[in-house]
């Protein structure tokens, strides 16, 4: 094969199309370890595949050089992923925060578009064909894939990152990337549920409400995300603490001391809500203290913070004695979520860390250890926040490696080394 593509997830199938696209006449193999590809695109955005969001910069995402990663972005914008779609029959509509989804709202849409464009292209595509091993020899690539081998001339690495493992992204890609010569930024779990000691949380399992979460570890700049938090039976989930569960994990990478504070009051401070509070006492001074609560946070947020401080729900706003208000109101403003660990890669929805970005050529993406080779998505060192964020990453990443290919294969015949 002139390119063997490892992994048929978004950014292997996006760069199969796109190499075919730019190179008809060349031999382009897609080589997947699991019984059916595209697990991911299928379970994604709740079925549904949140395909991009409407403005994707390097700020929505962590990981690597963010020079790195602004250029990958630049060179396949929004705009691109939408007429690609559009090109092959899915189209896409927005929704809250400029959240792009197929009209259709399944994923299976994006993924029947996406496997008929690459077999319309001539793409070979092999499910069941887990690689296991790869050699750099002087005509490419030898690739072990159970008991098939093949040659290839040029290889991309997309085999995704560790989370969900049961999709057939076991980071096995990760393994291949060392043995021809990278290293990895240590990976960890993302965008995923974290786990809370104790018992607060478990009454409050289904509420959500928006807050402010901050992660802090010693001589580390703290780490602040806005958004909603969902209760849930095991401790936190919902968009806020997704986002913040990478830093949470980065931080524990480094730090032996890492706490979590939820701001249930977001966008105030302890003078802002202890003003509240007393221009509550002074205009309804018979308001029950649970009650006033309740005009800032969700009712029973409200009686469980009270019932953990010892402090009378019923107590009357007008009675409230000045210590007891500050300890309400610090609670409120700062409240230690006692994280115990995240629910794992068995729930994550991406992975940090993985091949480093200064390890690649930011125009092509190819490797700078081993010529020939080639990484897209979520193998590198990147991590979009949630919003459609790491699709646009594969897209992106796909288009930077496929155009570099065919740059390279028009420059040196099939075998780019
Ligand atoms: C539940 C869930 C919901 C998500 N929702 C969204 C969303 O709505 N929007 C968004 O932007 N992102 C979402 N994501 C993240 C997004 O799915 C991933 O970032 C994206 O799929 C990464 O694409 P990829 O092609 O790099 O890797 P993957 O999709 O993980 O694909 C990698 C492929 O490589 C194969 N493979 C791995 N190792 C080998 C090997 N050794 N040999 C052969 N094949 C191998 C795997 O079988 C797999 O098919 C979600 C993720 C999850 C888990």
């Known amino acids: 094969m002139d390119i063997a593509i490892v992994g048929g997830g978004a950014a292997g199938l996006a760069t199969a199309i ?5 190179m008809p006449v060349r031999s382009v193999v897609v080589l997947d370890g699991a019984d059916k590809l595209g697990a991911k695109i299928l379970m994604s955005g709740g079925g549904r595949c949140n395909v991009t969001n409407r403005v994707v910069t ?19 914008p929004v705009a691109r992923t939408v007429a690609f779609f559009r090109e092959i029959g899915v189209e896409l509509c927005e929704e809250d925060n400029g959240k792009l989804f197929p009209k259709t709202n399944r994923a299976l849409t994006v993924l029947e578009a996406m496997v008929g464009e690459a077999a319309r292209l001539g793409v070979r595509i092999l499910p069941r064909h887990r690689v296991t091993n790869m050699q750099r020899v002087a005509s490419g690539f030898h690739i072990a894939a159970g008991a098939t081998t093949l040659s290839a001339g040029n290889v991309v690495l ?3 990152g560790q989370s969900f493992p049961k999709t057939g992204s076991d980071g096995s890609g990760y393994r291949l990337a060392e043995e021809l010569g990278h290293t990895l930024v240590p990976p960890t779990p993302a965008l995923v549920p ?4 104790g018992d607060f949380h478990v009454p409050l399992s289904g509420i959500s409400h928006h807050v402010e979460l901050t992660v ?22 919902g968009p806020a603490v997704l986002d913040l569960s990478r830093h949470w994990h980065r931080a524990c990478l480094e730090r032996c001391e890492v706490t979590v504070f939820a701001n249930l009051v977001p966008g105030e401070d302890t003078a802002s ?12 001074p ?6 006033a609560l309740a005009r800032l946070l969700p009712a029973r947020v409200a009686d469980a913070l009270l019932g953990a401080l010892a402090v009378s729900g019923t107590t009357l706003m007008a009675h409230l004695p000045r210590d007891v208000r500050r300890k309400v109101v610090k609670a409120l403003v700062r409240w230690l979520l006692p994280v115990l660990d995240s629910r794992g890669y068995s729930h994550a929805e991406t992975t940090a860390g993985g091949v480093p970005l200064a390890e690649v050529s930011p125009r092509s993406l190819g490797s700078r250890k081993c010529p020939g080779l080639y990484f897209a ?25 496929a155009t570099a290919l065919a740059r390279a294969v028009k420059r040196d015949g099939p075998t780019a080394a």
């Open 377 to 401: 998505g979520e193998i590198l060192d990147a991590d979009g926040r949630i919003g459609g964020f790491n699709f646009q990453w594969a897209w992106a990443s796909a288009w930077v490696a």
């Open 18 to 22: 796109f190499v075919a696209r730019l």
């Open 158 to 160: 997309a085999t995704g």
């Open 273 to 284: 809500v202890e003003a509240r509070l007393l221009a509550f006492a002074s205009a309804q």
């Open 286 to 291: 018979r308001v029950q203290l649970h009650n």
């Open 58 to 76: 390097a700020a929505d995402f962590r990981g690597g050089n963010p020079n790195v990663i602004k250029q990958v972005l630049a060179a396949f």
């Open 216 to 237: 802090q570890a010693a001589g580390w700049k703290p780490v602040r995300v806005c958004g909603v938090l969902l209760w849930a039976h095991f401790g936190i989930s």
């Open 194 to 197: 974290l786990v809370l000691d």
